[in-house]
């Protein structure tokens, strides 16, 4: 117990975090949407500009508007957020609404009512209108016919990021003639995400089987397109880093700059940084400190779900996983020594583990000819590999349980065995997608699609065929001194006790269970 708390500093910036996050949980603070001074029966004349790429879904557009300029009755009003405008026709393919489409910084000009977000007030669930203000969205405009849009030029920033929307453009399009319907959602929704492409249907079966956080672009998307990017490039040394950080930032932008991907692209970029300095323990720190950077710039930041999540996920992997990653390496090198001459003469703690790993693998393997047992020595990395992801995926639920619970109502009882089973796939489908996205113009263009399709076809039967497996409970939403009562005992648990004796952090869902019912 010393030998932790003198390891996990008091300074520490996610130390000091989780005070903050605490303290303001426990004074139960309550989003609330900037005011607006508008008539909402009275027609209003936006000018704006195209934020984010606007979304081509099967009966409408959807497109997100930073007003430049608002006005009722020729009088000007000053306003804080953005617009969500959804554009249909008549018409069955929006498609065609426009020609040329519709791209990011265009400027518009629209004769429209603003309507507040929708809101069904039903005891113990979340309030989602909190979600959309957290995202700086506080009306929808609905318009009944792409005449209502009157286009009048570029915003500067549009200028200067058109090639790369331009390319997504391409991208779509290729991918709407080269890959089946359920292969192009997922593209869309894990790779850009795109989540409204999902139908009402694909939510509730992601929400059934406990995997929304995979379809969320974060930490998990962007650690993996880092890793990929570092494996293409590290032997470039410095330039190679370069290219690896500007392939980071062009995908945190080209997917929206979200929240909770702005702060996986901070996280990862120092801890990139941290790497190259060889300060490899530096994890929580530099999780902290990309925390405290996006706090400082948006207080609100702290109340929205994808930061929530995103936060708790890498804190679960910094405190549970990491500690543990000796004891997996042990385990591949032992796997790995079982199909070699090499005779490990180390007697630390790790090396114990990797010599039974040996002599059990060569008493029940010996009779193997050595041809075949060479073949199999490199399964010991993907040994080690799945047991991560296994191990990830089950702390991972644990730490983000009582937020799952507060905006899902569902308690998902088989989800830890799902996780374990979709999480490995999903890693081999995000460098998948990469890969499409960035060769797609070339020859072999439609031959990867093919690939990345049918293998997309697959995952996709694969979540059905599982949700008759699914086991699901609601429950009421926690409150607030419940999730912090939660985190508390999990975590002093934890770190207070010994060996063994940690496993009481277990209880710790038990006891949210029995609150819950």
Request: net charge positive; with cysteine; proline share 6%.
């Amino acid at each position: 117990m010393l030998y932790r708390l003198k390891t996990f500093c008091l300074f520490n910036p996610c130390f000091l975090l989780a005070l903050g996050v605490s303290a303001l949980m426990g004074s139960c603070y309550e989003v609330t949407r900037p005011q607006v001074t508008l008539k909402d029966d009275h027609l209003t004349q936006v000018e704006g500009w195209i934020s984010r790429p606007p979304q081509v879904l099967d009966d409408y557009i959807y497109l997100e508007l930073s007003p430049l300029h608002v006005q009722q009755h020729e009088e000007s009003i000053t306003y804080p957020g953005r617009l969500a405008v959804y554009i249909s026709s008549s018409h069955p393919d929006p498609k065609t609404y426009f020609d040329p489409p519709l791209g990011y910084g265009e400027i518009l000009r629209l004769n429209c009512f603003l309507e507040d977000p929708a809101y069904y007030e039903i005891p113990g669930v979340a309030d989602f209108r909190q979600v959309l203000w957290i995202q700086g969205i506080l009306h929808r405009i609905r318009l009944k016919s792409p005449l209502q849009v009157e286009r009048i030029g570029h915003h500067p920033m549009g200028r200067f990021l058109s090639p790369l929307f331009g390319y997504v453009q391409k991208f779509h399009t290729f991918a709407q003639n080269h890959l089946a319907t359920n292969a192009l959602k997922l593209v869309r929704s894990v790779f850009l995400g795109q989540k409204r492409v999902l139908e009402e249907s694909d939510q509730a079966l992601l929400k059934q089987l406990g995997i929304f956080h995979l379809f969320v672009v974060s930490g998990f998307h962007v650690s993996i397109i880092v890793l990929f990017l570092h494996w293409q490039f590290y032997r470039w040394g410095l330039l190679g880093r370069i290219l690896v950080l500007t392939g980071l930032w062009t995908y945190v932008v080209l997917v929206g700059a979200g929240l909770p991907t702005l702060r996986a692209g901070i996280m990862m970029t120092l801890f990139y940084l941290l790497l190259g300095f060889g300060l490899s323990r530096q994890f929580l720190n530099a999780l902290g400190l990309s925390a405290l950077i996006l706090l400082a710039v948006s207080p609100d930041v702290l109340f929205s779900s994808g930061f929530q999540f995103s936060y708790l996920c890498l804190c679960a992997i910094g405190l549970l996983v990491l500690p543990y990653q000796a004891r997996m390496q042990s385990l591949y090198r032992g796997f790995q020594d079982a199909f070699t001459e090499k005779v490990s003469v180390d007697r630390a703690a790790p090396a114990k583990l990797q010599r039974r790993v040996r002599f059990f693998l060569e008493e029940k393997l010996h009779f193997w000819p050595r041809p075949w047992r060479i073949f199999l020595s490199p399964l010991g990395w993907a040994l080690s590999y799945f047991l991560s992801l296994a191990l990830c995926g089950c702390v991972i639920q644990l730490l983000t349980l009582p937020v799952t619970l507060y905006y899902t109502n569902r308690w998902v009882w088989t989800q830890w065995v799902i996780n374990l089973l979709l999480v490995p796939f999903f890693t081999l489908f995000v460098p998948a997608c990469l890969v499409l996205f960035l060769t797609f113009w070339l020859p072999t263009g439609p031959l990867v699609a093919r690939l990345v399709g049918t293998y997309a076809e697959g995952l996709f039967h694969l979540m059905n065929s599982l949700q008759d497996f699914s086991w699901v409970t609601y429950v009421r939403q926690p409150d607030a001194s419940e999730i912090l009562i939660y985190f508390l005992l999990f975590l002093s648990a934890y770190y207070f006790l010994p060996g063994k004796a940690r496993l009481v952090m277990l209880l710790a869902p038990l006891w949210l269970w029995m609150v819950l019912q």
